[in-house]
């Protein structure tokens, strides 16, 4: 199975658990790129819409594009009162619309499904002269060294995921490579920021975050079980609550 269509599998888990965005974020995108009403706007992986509710009412005319059927659904029904709003179930690899015509383009945690040269050569087609690419990732932090749960996260990580990457919380090497790739297809005038948010979770509610993300719903059902299991254990040890780290960063560009 292709592993974007894992996030299909759990709808009201992604909707109720994945992180929204701050509005100093939306703002700063609104003003760079100067998106409003009569403008085009496309969202790549709208999910069941987390980034999508400020950009919608800006007034802009909004093409949300999503592979998962169930995700696609559930976004439309979300957004039914905006007539300003539009869903693709489908993938931006065969997305189709006129080039050029494109005020904004747009991906919340989602771009890198895309195969880097696909998706930066076909953004920049889509888009008008001038027109703005907006790219941002949160990315959650349970690491500390002075957090003792944290550790034993880490721990437990470590040994039934040995081979996955430790997220850093600044990431300095990942956010100036990914400058350097939208320069190197041609976009110009490069902001990048970052911002910061806290989520607190139960032991069980952070087991169902775990669960909206691919490479946890693709574990071996009985090492899942274990790991999971452990997870809880861990938390519940430490008063039933677990505080996630949110880095957000954004780039914005002009073609």
Not at 2 to 17: I, M
Not at 49 to 70: H, M, N, S, V, Y
Not at 139 to 154: A, G, K, M, T
Not at 162 to 188: C, L, N
Request: charge should be negative; aromatic fraction near 14%.
């Amino acid at each position: 199975m292709d592993k974007r269509l894992t996030f299909n599998e759990e709808v009201e888990n992604y909707e109720k658990w994945r992180p929204t965005y701050c509005d100093e974020l939306f703002k700063d995108i609104i003003e760079y790129s100067h998106i409003e009403q009569g403008k085009k706007a496309i969202e790549i992986g709208i999910g069941t819409g987390q980034a999508t509710r400020p950009f919608l009412e800006t007034g802009c005319e909004l093409t949300a594009i999503e592979l998962g059927k169930d995700l696609a659904e559930y976004s439309k029904l979300k957004f039914l009162d905006y007539k300003n709003f539009t869903v693709c179930n489908t993938a931006f690899e065969d997305f189709e619309c006129p080039n050029g015509s494109i005020d904004i383009i747009y991906s919340a945690t989602a771009f890198h499904w895309i195969p880097e040269q696909i998706g930066y050569p076909k953004v920049s087609k889509l888009l008008k002269t001038g027109g703005t690419l907006a790219l941002l990732w949160n990315r959650p932090f349970v690491s500390r060294e002075n957090d003792e749960l944290h550790q034993n996260i880490q721990r437990i990580y470590q040994k039934y995921r040995p081979s996955s990457t430790q997220i850093m919380e600044y990431d300095t090497e990942r956010y100036e490579g990914r400058k350097k790739t939208i320069q190197a297809y041609g976009f110009r005038e490069i902001v990048f920021k970052l911002y910061h948010l806290t989520r607190t979770f139960s032991s069980s509610d952070y087991i169902d975050l775990l669960n909206t993300y691919s490479d946890h719903r693709t574990m071996p059902s009985t090492t899942k079980v274990l790991f999971e299991n452990e997870i809880k254990e861990a938390i519940l040890r430490f008063g039933d609550v677990l505080y996630v780290y949110d880095t957000i960063d954004l780039y914005l560009a002009k073609k």
